[in-house]
């Protein structure tokens, strides 16, 4: 009775075996499936140090490039001025980067603004005038944002002070566009940049190697598109940053000799104490 019981048993677990696999696909119930490959969140990887340029404005005696920052301002108008604005300038402060009063009436006079409204009431536009803020490309925030998928493109007046690293920054995040690590997924309409927090930005790559033609004889490659652009967003966000300098060496010019000539009067003054 003993063995036919340790037969019984034998057999009752052979059968569960052979039908365990019936039983979990009547159950619904599955052996636990082999984990996918893991995903790389762009949040983990790390940010490195942004490049660092040697731009002609830097220092305390630097100047603007204005030939550079002529080329920049091309490229603000056949490239970022479709999605992006410079609500703070004005078409004739571009007197700023070297350009004549012919030459900014005519690009004030290529775009229409508005102009109020007719004897109708209806509202009419009119050529620019170098008076006129730079024409937005947008009327409002919504229909900026319907336009680029929800995202807001920012405005480019003072977007140089506005992120830390300046100059160097802009210039990073323009050439650090680049395909994914092996294992990163990104969100929907987002893009990879090295230099970007969290590497995921909605902005496509804006520039590529001859995304312009240069009139001067510049190869317009895509590190010198973006030192070109840089330069012009530059002067846009500080267009008073020579004077400024200009100012400060005058100043401390006239310290040291106000110095010197305090030092020579209490020489001459406390002469007969010493």
Not at 2 to 21: D, E, I, N, Q, T
Request: glycine share 8%; net charge negative; aromatic share 10%.
């Amino acid at each position: 009775m003993r063995g036919l019981k340790y037969l019984s048993l034998s057999v009752a677990a052979a059968c569960a075996a052979a039908f365990a696999p019936l039983a979990w696909a009547d159950s619904g119930d599955k052996p636990e499936a082999k984990a996918p490959a893991h995903e790389i969140s762009t949040a983990d990887i790390p940010v490195p140090p942004l490049p660092h340029i040697d731009w002609s404005f830097n220092g305390p005696f630097g100047t603007y490039d204005r030939a550079s920052a002529q080329r920049g301002f091309l490229i603000y108008q056949q490239v970022c001025s479709s999605c992006h604005s410079l609500n703070q300038l004005y078409y004739r402060n571009l007197e700023g980067i070297g350009l004549s009063e012919d030459q900014i009436k005519a690009i004030a006079a290529s775009v229409q603004v508005p102009g109020g409204v007719n004897d109708e009431g209806q509202p009419i536009e009119r050529p620019g005038k170098p008076s006129d803020h730079f024409k937005a490309p947008f009327p409002n925030e919504q229909a900026a944002r319907a336009a680029n998928g929800g995202a807001l493109p920012p405005d480019q007046s003072v977007l140089e002070l506005a992120r830390e690293g300046g100059a160097d920054y802009l210039y990073a995040i323009l050439t650090g566009y680049a395909d994914p690590p092996a294992g990163v997924k990104l969100m929907s309409g987002m893009n990879y940049n090295t230099y970007f927090p969290g590497h995921q930005i909605a902005m496509p790559q804006p520039l590529q190697e001859g995304s312009v033609q240069y009139t001067d004889g510049v190869k317009p490659t895509l590190d010198q598109e973006a030192k070109d652009v840089v330069t012009f967003l530059t002067w846009a966000a500080n267009p008073e940053m020579e004077e400024r300098k200009q100012t400060g060496v005058r100043v401390i010019l006239f310290l040291v000799f106000l110095t010197g000539v305090t030092y020579a009067v209490k020489r001459r003054v406390w002469s007969d104490l010493h």
